[in-house]
DNA sequence: GCCAACGTTGGC
DNA sequence: GCCAACGTTGGC
């Protein structure tokens, strides 16, 4: 099994927000490592630690996910009025993928990022790596399992 | 709103 | 293939 961060704005989708649908598709990556690790690399039964960026209130990690569904075309992209389209994506060549997650845990206590760059058995995870802007990216299994209990 | 650090685009 | 210009991300 492997580990995962998945970030998205609070503002457009948040933690709250999947627990309510319990099931959503990750849809709206735009950017070609992302779409690799969606298409390839992330397996149903995968957790993932779910980040808030951009928070007004709180950025950090508010909770966990997991996979339910491995990489399929992101239908979004086919859609003008979605956020994201892509004309050069169609049915025939996808270019974008996304999986699906299903809700497991709000923390009690979001690990904030301030938090995360202080704790020193959270060094070397990607999140405060200089220069990743990535918005999915693989964790280590004990960054996983530290920031999760200090979540709840 | 600012800006660093990317990623993407397109002319050549 | 190079690289300047531009767009985006995301913390602050």
Same mark, same amino acid.
């Given at each position: ?6 970030? =998205? /704005?609070? +503002? ?11 099931? $959503?598709?990750?849809?709206? !990556? ?9 298409? +390839?690399?992330?397996?149903?039964? +995968?957790?993932? #630690?779910?980040?808030? =960026?951009?928070? %007004?209130?709180? &950025?950090?990690?508010?909770? !966990?996910?997991?996979?339910?569904? /491995?990489?399929?075309? +992101? ?14 994506? &169609? ?16 923390? %009690?206590?979001?690990?904030?990022? =301030? !938090?995360? %760059?202080? &704790? ?7 999140? !405060?790596? %200089?220069?990743?802007? #990535? =918005?999915?990216?693989?964790? $280590? ?12």
């Amino acid at each position: 099994m492997n580990y995962w961060l998945f970030k =998205s /704005e609070p +503002d457009c989708f948040g933690i709250d927000d999947l627990k309510e649908m319990k099931i $959503e598709h990750w849809d709206g !990556t735009r950017n070609y490592q992302v779409r690799n690790m969606m298409r +390839d690399d992330i397996k149903k039964g +995968d957790m993932v #630690l779910f980040y808030h =960026s951009n928070a %007004k209130k709180q &950025t950090g990690v508010v909770g !966990t996910c997991q996979v339910v569904r /491995e990489g399929y075309p +992101d239908f979004t992209a086919m859609d003008p009025a979605s956020e994201h389209p892509d004309p050069k994506h &169609t049915e025939e060549k996808p270019i974008w993928y996304m999986v699906d997650v299903k809700f497991k845990s709000k923390f %009690k206590n979001p690990v904030l990022l =301030s !938090t995360i %760059k202080e &704790t020193p058995r959270l060094d070397g995870n990607r999140l !405060t790596q %200089k220069g990743n802007r #990535l =918005s999915v990216f693989p964790m $280590e299994k004990k960054h996983y399992e530290a920031i999760v209990k200090m979540g709840e």
